[in-house]
């Protein structure tokens, strides 16, 4: 299972990566958002400004900002540039967030640098708690401990994905010299507001004077504040479907093959071992960005160098086939648009005749809207759902759940409950199996970036450790 804080009375072990996590944890937690910057500005004066070591492309959005790092991380890595990328949450070790080189921080580094920059963390603890706020949460620091991490290593360039909204997120600090925006809808809405246009305000918090920004394809109300922020900072803007974006994708075995026109040059028949329009236009974005970055949009990437990003982008958690007879697959979608994404990619990729869901959901999400989501997506392809919870503390209880779920529109004799993911995976197996060979079957693991990061762990999931370095 991911990593666990210690239980009550077990020894501090300094140079732990799982000590280091339960310190981490006592803090308030990273959903619970501080709208403010001036704290994490303190902290980098304090440490000598390591956001400033290395430019940095920063990337917000609803959906796809994980995706979309990890495939512009590729490309810088296939052009010779060494990275570090900060990414959130994580679905195994903490240390996946922080990655040097496609590959998450060492242990010793990870506790080591934390070492280092604690009783600067602490000096500012003080002085929060003696204005009346709330010391540095989990997110502000690992987020100092990120920079200070690339800092040290040190990095050619910073990849940075925002962890919720923009303008107040920790990772703000920066002045990105490429922003990009992933595709925005509705998430978050108690803290982000609740139509797109106000969360396009938050996350516009990025453009900043000196960068270039660069978009997906919008609704009209997000693309309307982004072109307004872009104008008023005096920073080029480029958008998907209008300056660059996929130009053909054939769907196949194991993933797709895309042509990509970019801002300055056209790239054809790359093969991206991930399913769905949705990474294709994913991958149009980081293929922008790169170029923006690079060239300053007016140099054409080198073609064999993004054949070569291609064959090391992965995605862990996305459409993930963990098993196969039957077909166990993984994915992330924790909200209705994200949801809608992956099923239309799974219908499309899969070949299935019967689905059976394995669901669990975090409370601060909206959880009906999920539920409401899937049923309409699967409601004609999955005949039974088993409803579930991860280990977090945020997760729905299952009965809970599967309440809600029969609220949606599925038939309550379709539906099963268990507060163990093992026991809800195994269940699934079972159903699937009951139609032996007439029927094309597969169990789908949805929900939460947490229930994801679980089921990867307990079906053996290769480790982004394990994987060859560009």
């Not at 002085?127 to 502000?140: Q, Y």
């Not at 800092?151 to 994905?161: G, K, R």
């Not at 005949?383 to 309440?403: F, G, H, K, N, Y």
Request: charged share 25%.
């Amino acid at each position: 299972m991911p990593e666990q804080p210690l239980t009550p009375g077990e020894p501090y072990d300094q140079f732990s990566v799982a000590s280091v996590y339960a310190e981490l944890l006592s803090r308030t937690p990273e959903n619970d958002m501080q709208p403010r910057l001036e704290p994490m500005r303190m902290i980098m004066d304090l440490l000598g400004n390591p956001e400033r070591s290395a430019p940095a492309i920063h990337i917000t959005g609803t959906n796809g900002k994980t995706s979309a790092a990890r495939m512009i991380e590729a490309g810088l890595l296939a052009h010779d540039l060494r990275t570090g990328r900060y990414s959130s949450p994580h679905m195994g070790s903490v240390t996946e967030r922080i990655s040097v080189d496609g590959v998450p921080v060492s242990d010793e580094t990870f506790v080591r640098i934390w070492d280092e920059i604690r009783p600067h963390i602490g000096m500012v603890d003080e002085r929060l708690s003696a204005d009346g706020e709330v010391p540095l949460t989990l997110f502000e620091c690992l987020t100092v401990l990120a920079f200070a991490v690339f800092a040290d290593e040190p990095v050619d360039v910073m990849v940075l994905e925002v962890g919720l909204g923009g303008a107040w997120d920790a990772t703000n600090v920066v002045s990105g010299s490429v922003q990009v925006v992933t595709p925005i809808s509705l998430d978050h809405t108690d803290l982000l507001g609740d139509s797109e246009h106000d969360i396009a305000l938050e996350k516009v918090g990025i453009i900043k004077p000196g960068g270039f920004l660069v978009s997906a394809a919008q609704v009209p109300e997000a693309a309307d504040v982004l072109l307004e922020a872009a104008r008023e900072a005096g920073v080029p803007f480029r958008f998907e479907g209008v300056e660059f974006g996929v130009e053909s994708r054939l769907p196949g075995v194991g993933g797709q093959q895309v042509t990509v026109q970019g801002l300055a040059g056209r790239y054809p028949d790359l093969l991206l071992a991930l399913h769905g329009a949705h990474q294709a236009q994913n991958f149009s974005l980081a293929v922008a960005a790169l170029e923006a970055f690079i060239g300053g949009a007016e140099q054409e990437l080198n073609l064999e160098n993004l054949q070569l990003a291609c064959e090391h982008i992965t995605s862990p958690g996305r459409l993930e086939t963990l098993r196969t007879g039957p077909a166990i697959i993984a994915d992330a979608a924790h909200n209705p648009a994200g949801i809608e994404a992956s099923a239309e990619a799974l219908k499309e990729s899969f070949g299935l005749d019967k689905l059976v869901l394995v669901v669990g959901i975090l409370q601060e999400k909206d959880v009906r809207a999920m539920l409401a989501a899937l049923y309409t997506q699967y409601g004609d392809l999955a005949s039974d759902i088993c409803l579930t919870q991860s280990v977090s503390p945020r997760a729905v209880p299952a009965e809970e759940l599967r309440l809600m779920a029969a609220d949606a529109g599925f038939r309550d004799e379709d539906l099963h409950s268990t507060e163990r993911l093992d026991e809800a995976i195994d269940w699934a197996v079972s159903r699937v199996d009951e139609d032996g060979a007439t029927v094309t079957g597969g169990v789908l693991i949805t929900g939460s970036v947490t229930l994801v990061g679980e089921a990867r762990t307990l079906l053996g999931a290769e480790d982004d450790r394990l994987r060859k370095d560009t």
